[in-house]
Nanobody, 118 residues
Framework: VQLQASGGGLVQPGGSLGLSCAAS????????MFWYHQAPGKQRELVAL???????RYADSVKGRFTISRDTAKNTVYLQMSSLKPEDTAVYYC?????????????WGQGTLVTVSS
């Protein structure tokens, strides 16, 4: 089982960018899914989460600007980011608790860099 994130890049302040993260392997199901980010010199922080039932939560810093969603059939979680600010610059990581034939365990994606700059 692995998580593969994609969609990072360079965007101007005020712009939009979408991230995706797909789980692959012998998956029975996926519980909650998360997006974190880690800015240079700072600790990794939770950005958004989506529960298995579809409920969502956001960090105060991104409320109203970011939207997390998931496609259960594709085992994929998305993060749509808008009104981006320079302080959103970070490596973004997806995270999920995935049920396989062996066990339920936590997985991390490899991280994708988002740079907000003019």
């Amino acid at each position: 089982v692995q998580l593969q994130a994609s969609g990072g890049g360079l965007v101007q302040p005020g712009g939009s960018l979408g991230l995706s993260c797909a789980a692959s392997g012998r998956i029975i199901g996926i519980n909650d899914m998360f997006w974190y980010h880690q800015a240079p010199g700072k600790q990794r922080e939770l950005v958004a989460l989506i529960l298995s039932g579809g409920g969502t939560r956001y960090a105060d810093s991104v409320k109203g600007r970011f939207t997390i969603s998931r496609d259960t059939a594709k085992n994929t979680v998305y993060l749509q980011m808008s009104s981006l600010k320079p302080e959103d610059t970070a490596v973004y990581y997806c995270n999920a608790f995935i049920r396989s034939m062996i066990a339920t365990r936590e997985y991390w994606g490899q991280g994708t860099l988002v740079t907000v700059s003019s």
